[in-house]
C-alpha cells in the first residue's frame, strides 16, 4: 500500500523589541511684567506779599525825609506869615498912640495870655498790603506698564524603536511515499 507522510517544522522565531521613545525638553513661557507708578508733581511758587507801612507811618508822625522837608516847609511859611500878621497888627495898635490909648499896656496883657494848647485826634492810616498769589505749577508723568515675553520652547527628540528578527528554526515540509517496496523522501 501506498502512504504519504508528510511532516511539517514550524517556524521558529525570535523577536527583540524595541519601543520607540519621545524625549521632550520643554521650557515654559514666561511672562515679566513691572510697572512705573504715576507721578503727580506739584510746586507752588510763594505768593508775594508786599507790605508798605508809609500811610501808616506818615499819619503817625514818622516821615521820609522828603516829606519832613515839605512838611518843615509849610510849617516855617505859616509861621513866617503869622509872624507878619503878629508885626502888622501890632503896629496897627502902636499907630493907637496918637488917639491917646494905651496900646503898650494891651501889648503887654496880650503876650502874657498863654496860647491856648492845640490837641488833635486823628485815626492811624491802614498799611497798604498787597498779596499775589502765582499759581500752582501741576506736571504729571503718567506711569508705564512694561511687559516682557520670553516664548516657551519644545525641543523633542525621536529615539526610534527597533524590532530584531532571529530565525530560530526554519519552517519546513517533508513528504514521505512509503510503500512496501519503495521509501522517498521529498
Known sequence: ?????????????????????LYLQINDPKVQISSQPLQLEIHQPAAELVIDNYPSDYSRGIKNNMDFDRDNARKGMQTVYAAIGKIASEGVMLSEIENKGNPLAQLAKASMDPTPLELSIASVAEPSIRVTPHEAEIRVVPGRVNIGL?????????????????????PNVSYRFVDSRVDIQV
Open 150 to 170: 520670553e516664548q516657551g520652547t519644545v525641543a523633542g527628540e525621536l529615539q526610534r524603536g527597533t524590532v530584531d528578527l532571529a530565525m530560530l528554526q526554519y
Open 1 to 21: 500500500m501506498f502512504q504519504v507522510r508528510v511532516s511539517q517544522q514550524d517556524v521558529k522565531a525570535r523577536l527583540t523589541i524595541t519601543d520607540p521613545m
